[in-house]
């Protein structure tokens, strides 16, 4: 038989796998996995990595914050997600008080349609003033969002009862709850205290949203989830008091699932410390840690006490990031990651020993889309979408602003170099990027509409 297209001779790496063979495609879907296989058109993968295409559930494109809104659109966001080997994203939904859940939904997928590059699917938000609007949560859950965000902090913050109320709705269709876990009392309280004595640098940051407090709200988040009987997804987990409280429901047989991000595995809390703006462009929540608990997540990926590494990507503007610095709360909260994700882990997880192949593409492509629906992709094998990444584990990296493909002109990775990167990111059998290449054009992703 000739496919379309096969991708001969590679290290075909699976969650479960590593084999080598020959991958045969035609149309969207792969259609064999074997020796010998024949396309009209071939390329050859020897001494390369075949892997799952990447897929990120946690990002934030065009997302307004306040006065700003990220900088990297549906369009060169997910430029840069194919760059860096990731074929699927997940973004937001926010609901206006007076606005449907449906009509929010269409109206974010008007924005995303004509821009994507790669597929995507979206989370639906439930803020304080969605809580009226529950029973529409079924509709959602039909037209294909299927996972839903719970904040425990900002403006969008929920209380415990209305935690309650948004977890049993959300149950109740069998859908996933994500959950934004911080204490946000403590952390206001904290602020106050730091700007009344006029402790205002970034500095400060990391230090108003304490570590134990994290784990606090994570503990308190899981046993209200525990109550309604509800599966419970904690995002952007920063520290080892959240993860001992994951390991532990989990090890009570709770459906208790976590994810960790690039800021969190390659940073530390020294960078709040630089002059300037410099100090302003890592502010994030929960915000980056001291640099023992990198070591720490890497156990915890390992251990799968943490399923995923996803990237809260939500940068903005150096100019906006400087124009708050008179107080540190105040700085626009977000960082870029959505590139390097795939890249960073092989060689600070892979190549350090910290993780395997196999549980690389587990937390960066298979567990993904495991935990949130996403029924054909994530993995390699007939009849799933042909997402493939063709892995250069010997080609090397060094990330700078002009290096990446992202929109905010700053990285905190400067300087890194990685021995491991993507030559070529395949989307449904097409190739949309290849040796630095950008092949697809925008409003070819689709919105993958989500089910359990």
């Excluded at 993968?45 to 809104?69: C, N, Q, S, W, Y």
């Excluded at 600070?348 to 993780?355: D, I, K, P, S, T």
């Excluded at 690389?360 to 799933?384: E, H, M, S, Y």
Aim: hydrophobic share 40%; glycine share 10%; aromatic share 8%.
């Amino acid at each position: 038989m000739t496919y379309d297209l096969v991708i001969k001779n590679g290290t075909v790496v699976t969650a479960v796998s590593t084999t080598k063979a020959d991958i045969g495609i035609i149309g969207e879907k792969i259609a064999a996995i074997g020796q010998d296989l024949s396309g009209k058109r071939e390329i050859d993968a020897a001494g390369k990595l075949v892997t799952p295409g990447a897929i990120d559930v946690h990002v934030h494109l065009e997302m307004p914050i306040g006065d700003f809104i990220s900088t990297d659109d549906f369009y060169t966001g997910t430029r840069a997600a194919a760059f860096g080997g990731t074929t699927t994203i997940i973004d937001f939904v926010e609901t206006a008080p007076d606005e449907t859940m449906l009509a929010a939904l269409a109206a974010r997928r008007a924005k995303a349609d004509p821009k994507v590059l790669i597929d995507y699917g979206l989370h639906m938000t439930i803020g304080p003033t969605d809580i009226a609007k529950l029973d529409q949560i079924p509709g959602v859950y039909a037209a294909g969002c299927a996972s839903f965000k719970l904040y425990m902090a900002y403006g969008l913050r929920l209380h415990d009862g209305e935690l309650l109320q948004a977890l049993t709705a959300v149950c109740d269709v069998d859908g996933m709850p994500v959950v934004h876990a911080e204490n946000w009392d403590v952390i206001c309280a904290l602020i106050a205290q730091n700007v009344a004595g006029g402790r205002v640098e970034p500095h400060w940051h990391p230090r108003s949203r304490p570590a134990l407090l994290e784990g606090e709200a994570a503990a308190r988040v899981i046993d209200i989830a525990d109550y309604v009987g509800t599966r419970l997804y904690i995002f952007h987990v920063s520290c080892q008091e959240t993860v001992a409280q994951i390991a532990a429901a989990r090890l009570r047989g709770l459906p208790i699932y976590g994810e960790t991000c690039p800021q969190y595995l390659l940073l530390d809390w020294s960078l709040y410390d630089l002059p300037g703006v410099a100090g302003a462009l890592p502010v994030c929540s929960p915000p980056i840690r001291e640099q023992a608990q990198q070591t720490y997540l890497w156990q915890a990926l390992a251990q799968e006490n943490l399923q995923v590494v996803s990237t809260d990507h939500c940068p903005f503007a150096l100019d906006e990031k400087a124009s708050r610095l008179g107080n540190y709360s105040q700085i626009p909260g977000g960082v870029p990651s959505i590139e390097i994700r795939f890249g960073a882990v092989y060689q600070r997880g892979v190549q350090n020993g910290a993780l395997t192949l196999n549980q690389w593409v587990a937390a960066c492509c298979t567990r993904p889309a495991q935990l949130f629906g996403l029924q054909q992709k994530g993995d390699i094998a007939v009849g799933f979408d042909a997402d493939l990444v063709i892995f250069d584990p010997e080609r090397p990296f060094t990330v700078t602003p002009e290096s990446l493909h992202e929109a905010a002109g700053w990285t905190l990775y400067e300087g890194m170099s990685f021995l491991g990167w993507p030559q070529t990111t395949l989307s449904r059998g097409e190739i949309i990027v290849h040796d630095g290449e950008l092949l697809a054009q925008p409003g070819r992703g689709r919105f993958v509409k989500r089910a359990f």
